[in-house]
């Protein structure tokens, strides 16, 4: 199995309200040497989290001990720039889920769903709604539903559906990567195999 399944999630929640996140910034190209997905994790967001001198920067959310959680919150347009894979390793790695955004660029959203991470993208009012909620409490949870493909800010119970591709949904569901899929069709594969003249 690639990743653990994604079914349900109730979480707090880490804010970000930046928009146009890029990838550079979510991992620096500085540490993209590395080939396994492991220890990303370290260096999310690094030149934002740390000074030059490896001190971490006070005022960098994921540094202020009120927010924690497995939901990443970000502004609009989360993820654009290059299309590198590490970002949403990083993502993954540091122990985030889900990521919710009124707006992701596509290569990010394909690569977090490759690996585990939901990106949960929402209309810029809720988006809002969350923040709100989230700057008012920093234990504010929300859930995120994947079979019914919804999110609620559970304190107000305001609630609103996302999309997603009914493959990615059915994998993410298993926790399968694309490799997992097709092993777990791999009888269908071999009776189409047999049954179809080359």
Known sequence: MAYDKFNKLTSSAVPLPIENVDTDQIIPARFLKATERKGFGDNLFRDWRYNA???PKKDFVLNNPIYKGSILVGGKNFGSGSSREHAAWAVYD?????????????IFRNNCLNIGVLPVQVSPEFLHKIFTAI???PNTELEVDLPEQTITILATGEKE????????????LNGFDDIDYLLNIKDQISEFAKDTPL
């Open 53 to 55: 001198d490896d001190s």
């Open 135 to 137: 700057e008012g409490n």
């Open 161 to 172: 559906s996302f999309e997603i591709n009914d493959y990615k949904k059915s994998n993410m």
């Open 94 to 106: 540091y122990g985030f889920r889900c990521v919710v955004s009124s707006f992701f660029a596509d």
